[in-house]
T-cell receptor, first 113, second 114 residues
Framework: QQQVKQSPQSLIVQKGGISIINCAYE??????FPWYQQFPGKGPALLIA?????SEKKEGRFTISFNKSAKQFSLHIMDSQPGDSATYFC????????????FGTGTRLTVIP | DSGVTQTPKHLITATGQRVTLRCSPR?????VYWYQQSLDQGLQFLIQ???????AKGNILERFSAQQFPDLHSELNLSSLELGDSALYFC?????????????FGPGTRLTVT
């Protein structure tokens, strides 16, 4: 049972365009929502994260939008660059303090020059 | 470089065998997590240790076990290996235990069971 559903599975964007990846969850106990970036042969690396008390968080070209009532959150990559080509995972963590991350299935982003 | 190290990088073994994967967390991190990444299951949390004690369990099979030693390094033991255990195994560490502590991932160990 997938706790966090992610779409699309793959995404191709032109350089300079906006990349948008969406995630949805059901468990209302989740209260921390990070996005990870993974390059081939490497481990996931934290990109940006949000708590549900805010609806948006921006760091450079990366923005998370969060809709608590819809239980959805998304990653927007502005001015996408070829170097952004990677697999992106959304994740969610519950409030119990166990600190386990539940990951989405990943989105393979390709930014073409 | 996250500061988390994992050995070996690659491991090829036969069905029925047992292997041990090793992880050294970032200096100062007390929590260690193990994840399995496979094509069909994605990234799945297996188990977490905090300062030597098991803290949380996820989708870890009974054939798998882990421990964290006094020097805080951790080992994941996989036994009676099956073809379906072929995957990337990641270790992550965080400074403490609790929500929102950033987890830093190691480069992973690629296990191939033949």
């Amino acid at each position: 049972q997938q706790q966090v559903k992610q779409s699309p599975q793959s995404l191709i964007v032109q350089k300079g365009g906006i990349s948008i990846i969406n995630c949805a969850y059901e468990n209302t106990a989740f209260d921390y929502f990070p996005w990870y970036q993974q390059f081939p042969g490497k481990g996931p690396a934290l990109l940006i994260a949000i708590r549900p008390d805010v609806s948006e968080k921006k760091e450079g070209r990366f923005t998370i939008s969060f809709n608590k009532s819809a239980k959805q959150f998304s990653l927007h990559i502005m001015d996408s660059q070829p170097g952004d080509s990677a697999t992106y995972f959304c994740a969610a963590e519950d409030q119990t303090g166990a600190n386990n991350l539940f990951f989405g299935t990943g989105t393979r982003l390709t930014v073409i020059p | 470089d996250s500061g988390v190290t994992q050995t070996p990088k690659h491991l090829i073994t036969a069905t029925g065998q047992r292997v041990t994967l090793r992880c050294s967390p970032r200096s100062g991190d007390l929590s260690v997590y193990w994840y399995q990444q496979s094509l069909d299951q994605g990234l799945q949390f297996l188990i977490q240790y905090y300062n030597g004690e098991e803290r949380a369990k996820g989708n870890i099979l009974e054939r798998f076990s882990a421990q964290q030693f006094p020097d805080l390094h951790s080992e994941l033991n996989l036994s009676s290996l099956e073809l379906g255990d072929s995957a990337l195994y990641f270790c992550a560490s965080s400074v403490a235990n609790g929500p929102a502590y950033e987890q830093y991932f190691g480069p992973g160990t690629r296990l191939t069971v033949t």
